[in-house]
């Protein structure tokens, strides 16, 4: 027999270990998915300070190639964990991440191509720091730090702001996966 203290005890333990395992599994699709786009972003920053010209062609095929990649993820990931990590819902989400987006830097701001630059990695931060109020620490750091270091580089950089948005957004975008795979 166990009384109400030690009954208490090992459900709180449970709860622990639920809350571990659940964690995991975000950190797990969620590195997936940093490095992805981050060698996504990394490579359409690269082209784009090479051929300026093409440079919203690039963005368009590199959002494609990370939503469609987003997808595989998952499709990829059901077999081994058994279960289905990509709803319909985050679809939606992607396209009303996109459409707020386009609405607020081209409709409304008309923003320069450095201004377009900065704002896309900042908007995306802002939803990964808001996912670690919910998901881990992990998230808040990223956001954070990549949104200080897209600033700097707005501000001081210069003429080298889109090889240095490749290292920042794009490398800590694959750091960042990295990390949360050993968290």
Do not use: H
Request: net charge positive.
């Amino acid at each position: 027999m166990i009384d109400s203290q030690q009954a208490s005890e090992a459900l709180s333990d449970i709860d622990t270990v639920v809350r571990r395992v659940r964690q995991s599994r975000i950190y797990d699709l969620a590195s997936q998915l940093l490095i992805l786009w981050g060698g996504l972003i990394l490579g359409g920053n690269v082209v784009s300070f090479a051929w300026p010209r093409y440079a919203g062609y690039v963005w368009v095929a590199v959002n494609v190639a990370g939503v469609l990649g987003s997808i595989a993820v998952s499709a990829f990931g059901y077999p081994k964990s058994g279960v289905r990590r990509f709803d319909p819902r985050v679809l939606l989400a992607f396209l009303l991440y996109f459409g707020f987006g386009y609405f607020f830097s081209c409709v409304l701001g008309q923003f320069s191509p450095r201004q377009l630059g900065t704002f896309w990695p900042l908007y995306a931060m802002l939803a990964y720091t808001v996912a670690g109020l919910w998901f881990g620490y992990a998230f808040v750091v990223i956001g954070l730090g990549i949104s200080a270091l897209t600033l700097i580089g707005y501000f001081y950089i210069g003429s080298w702001f889109e090889p240095w948005m490749a290292v920042v957004n794009g490398g800590g975008l694959i750091l960042g996966g990295l990390w949360m795979r050993r968290s």
